[in-house]
């Protein structure tokens, strides 16, 4: 059976990425068809109030990539200054006495956690089961075999609001496509990464979009944990025109330009908006070791001496991110703004190419338990 191309979507606040790719019949990983980077027409603080505008953007975003294929699913990554990440220290009793942990265990888990940290209006983008403990071990990821009585584990949940996603499915849905699933942005930008990045075993990415700024900390690949700042480019740029009295057209060059520029006001303004990211930075890197590396990605991440400020901020060695699959693009803007779909197809067609659609049942069956407790509870 021929395998059916792919369809990847991020979906940002000031543009659609679209990356297509062919999954390999007999092996991991596909072959990239075409991407493409489309702006939206026009900005806005609430874009996902606008479907229609980000259902056209989509359409466009297709048809830029130039692929003539019959397609009708997607896969979205999604980033957005409402997403809230939050950890859960959870239980689960197993016997009197010590049993093996099985897999519905560790599901178990995972919805007490959700059970916990997620509200009514809330739906899970990201449950990532950092550590358990148990009978005579701490801290096992994967515990599943040993033995135990009561299961203690370390949640990680990132979540969105339930009006944001049915606002995106609807925007995907009326571009003609059905959405397989919906996920975080940040480990599909490490993904796109991994050649870079799989010798380091802890790294924080920090991807800076237009109106949100995504820091996570990965250990190993794993999320660990995330900072979501409500701050982005185009929040710079906002901010020059208005303090120079400029237009925004104006004042988005003046930002690209960063610490370069040769207006002292601008400079002074690019440094103070900087400086919302330090607190973040260093809550991150209080967690444990010191990461190995840092990687900066998004088109945010251009703006001139960006990277050798969070180098000196964080004090760890610091890089502008892309996905090998495009350094043959001559447009670095391009080469960064979409590293996230295409890091979402790397994840989508590890192993035999289904082991990410597969999951998305564990996520509905999460969903709906906690749901049906939360309902019955209020």
Not at 22 to 27: Q, R, T, V, Y
Not at 34 to 47: F, M, N, R
Request: net charge negative.
């Amino acid at each position: 059976m021929i395998p059916q191309p792919l369809i990847a979507l991020d979906i940002g606040s000031t543009k659609v990425a679209c990356a297509i790719g062919l999954p390999h019949e007999h092996a991991p990983g596909f072959e990239l068809l075409g991407t493409s980077l489309v702006p939206y027409p026009a900005l806005s603080e609430v874009w996902l109030g606008d479907p229609l505008q980000v259902s056209r953007t989509i359409e466009q975003a297709l048809e830029a990539t130039a692929v003539q294929a019959e397609m009708d699913r997607a896969l979205v990554t999604v980033s957005h200054p409402a997403l809230a990440s939050e950890r859960a220290r959870v239980a689960v009793t197993l016997g009197d006495e010590p049993v093996p942990v099985r897999a519905q265990d560790l599901e178990r888990l995972n919805a007490s956690a959700l059970h916990q940290v997620l509200g009514v209006d809330r739906d899970p983008l990201v449950v990532e089961r950092l550590g358990c403990d148990g009978n005579g071990f701490a801290g096992v990821r994967d515990p599943r075999g040993l033995s135990a009585t009561r299961l203690l584990g370390t949640v990680h949940v990132i979540t969105m609001p339930i009006a944001a996603r049915r606002t995106l499915i609807q925007a995907v849905e009326s571009a003609g496509l059905e959405v397989s699933r919906i996920t975080y942005a940040l480990p599909s930008v490490l993904a796109s990464l991994a050649e870079e990045t799989l010798r380091h075993q802890r790294a924080v990415v920090i991807d800076v979009g237009g109106l949100s700024t995504d820091l996570g900390l990965f250990v190993e690949g794993v999320l660990h944990d995330a900072q979501i700042l409500p701050w982005g480019g185009m929040k710079l740029a906002s901010a020059i025109a208005s303090e120079l009295k400029v237009t925004m057209e104006q004042g988005l060059t003046f930002s690209l330009e960063g610490t370069a520029c040769r207006k002292p006001a601008v400079r002074a303004l690019v440094e103070r908006h900087w400086g919302l990211l330090q607190p973040a930075i260093e809550r991150l890197l209080q967690e444990g070791p010191r990461p190995d590396v840092v990687l900066v990605t998004g088109r945010g991440a251009l703006l001139d001496g960006f990277a050798e400020w969070v180098e000196r901020s964080a004090g760890i060695p610091t890089s502008v991110g892309r996905s090998a699959r495009m350094t043959q693009t001559g447009d670095l803007a391009r080469q960064v703004g979409v590293s996230a779909a295409i890091g979402l197809l790397e994840l989508a067609t590890r192993g035999d190419g289904r082991a990410m659609l597969r999951s998305a049942h564990l996520f509905n069956r999460l969903i709906d338990r906690t749901r049906t407790i939360l309902t019955e509870y209020f």
